[in-house]
């Protein structure tokens, strides 16, 4: 089964993975728990934000607006260690698990 996440310009999700959200009075964390092979779809934020892989191998992906092969492909292993990584703004993204992976997203709340 294929986890997906819907391509928005404010990172919006429509998702079929498992997920958590944690809420303080001013950061918001996305837990996503993937199973090799599913995939965050391509999305974007118009802010930065930091991301954490603590368990696993995903492949990191970064597009340009509109374009259909990424720039910038990464393979991130949290095998031995978490990861974290920041993830600039207006750079659409996509990560895929490689292996079984817990990934965080941080971010600022924005309001």
């Known amino acids: 089964m294929s986890g997906f996440v819907d391509d ?3 990172g919006s999700f429509s998702i079929e993975l498992k997920t958590s959200l944690h809420l303080s009075d001013v950061v918001i964390v996305n837990e996503f728990n993937l199973s090799a092979g599913q995939s ?6 118009d802010y930065s934000h930091i991301s954490i892989l603590s368990r696993g191998i ?13 720039f910038e492909i990464l393979t991130i292993d949290a ?12 750079i659409y993204h996509r990560i895929t698990a490689i292996e079984d992976a817990d990934w965080f997203c941080i971010h600022a709340e924005q309001g």
């Open 8 to 10: 928005h310009k404010n």
């Open 40 to 45: 965050m779809g391509k999305h974007v934020h």
């Open 58 to 70: 995903v492949q990191l992906e970064k597009f340009n607006d509109g374009d259909s092969d990424a």
């Open 79 to 90: 095998t031995d260690k978490a990861v974290t990584l920041i993830v600039d703004a207006n």
